[in-house]
């Protein structure tokens, strides 16, 4: 998985990425002075000049040009309060207990009971009332988020939106959140028919975590799909699109029309729900490109109008 903070905000770029450098050679990665200029944020160095004196005073370099340190020891980045403040508000979070096991929470909960409580009661809100009941999918999303973690295959039997009845095995991929419907989707690899299929958990009638390792080569596969099958939508909108706020995104708002114009981002995966949110719209809502979304769009209705003749 890419580096991706969470509270990157509240730390120095600058401090972590030396961090991220420093422990990478302490295990062994062999990087030069080049590998490690590529490693540090984008800052305004004013030239490479002091860029170079930071790393020298950091590093020394060995005749074949590989960095070595001065330190015998890596560097732990130190953890903010602001951090300490949201990890005890989410081990005290009952949605989020899947996360963790029992004894884990537990022994985190007393060792952060000094830490200050989150100051607002209210933050953790759900947007749409309707959807997903975390406490009842807390089994399986305990079970989906150990084969992440361990990296092993699920055997699973999943309902869909038509009540059939699908079993098989597969190599876990992601475990998404839609925070605009509350509804928790699982991502699998199909190496067979080499695409990827987005599940609902609340859907999956059975779910088990194998012995079985996920195939090497999986989630480099499964990032070679996404990136060919990236798709867009272009829409008009006469009201919020919250709705889509789970999908990557550009908006524009024309002021005297009241009207925003957006360009969703999606994937194969999620193409069905796509138009079923559009739908949902009505004539609060215009697609105006690609041709074959419009032309999906004009058949379902015309499907549902011959079905009220």
Request: net charge negative.
């Amino acid at each position: 998985m890419a580096y991706a903070p969470l509270f990157h905000e509240v730390h120095s770029e600058l401090f972590l990425a030396l961090c991220r450098t420093i422990n990478a050679i302490a295990a062994g990665t062999r990087m030069t002075r080049a590998d490690i200029l590529q490693q540090l944020p984008n800052l305004d160095w004013g030239g490479l000049e002091r860029a170079n004196a930071l790393i020298d005073t950091l590093f020394l370099f060995q005749p074949d040009g590989s960095a070595c340190r001065f330190l015998d020891n890596g560097i732990a980045a130190r953890v903010t309060t602001a951090e300490l403040v949201w990890l005890r508000a989410m081990l005290e979070d009952p949605g989020a207990a899947f996360l963790l096991p029992d004894n884990l929470r537990e022994k985190l909960r007393q060792t952060l009971a000094a830490v200050p409580e989150w100051p607002r009661k209210t933050i953790w809100q759900t947007v749409q009332e309707q959807g997903d009941d975390r406490t009842a999918l807390q089994g399986r999303l305990a079970i989906i988020w150990q084969a992440l973690r361990e990296k092993r295959q699920l055997a699973y039997a999943n309902r869909d939106s038509r009540g059939q009845l699908h079993e098989g095995i597969c190599s876990p991929c992601r475990l998404e959140y839609d925070a605009a419907a509350n509804c928790y989707y699982l991502i699998i690899w199909q190496p067979d028919e080499a695409r990827a299929i987005k599940m609902r958990v609340a859907r999956l009638a059975s779910v088990q975590c194998l012995d079985a390792p996920i195939p090497a080569g999986t989630e480099e596969a499964f990032h070679h799909f996404l990136a060919d099958r990236r798709q867009s939508v272009t829409l008009r909108i006469e009201r919020s699109f919250m709705m889509f706020a789970s999908y990557d995104k550009e908006a524009s708002y024309d002021e005297e029309a009241d009207t925003y114009t957006i360009q969703l981002y999606y994937y194969d995966f999620d193409r069905r729900e796509i138009l079923q949110q559009i739908l949902s719209l009505g004539a609060a809502v215009t697609v105006l490109a690609p041709a074959d979304m419009r032309e999906a769009i004009i058949e379902r209705l015309q499907a549902a109008w011959q079905t009220l003749q």
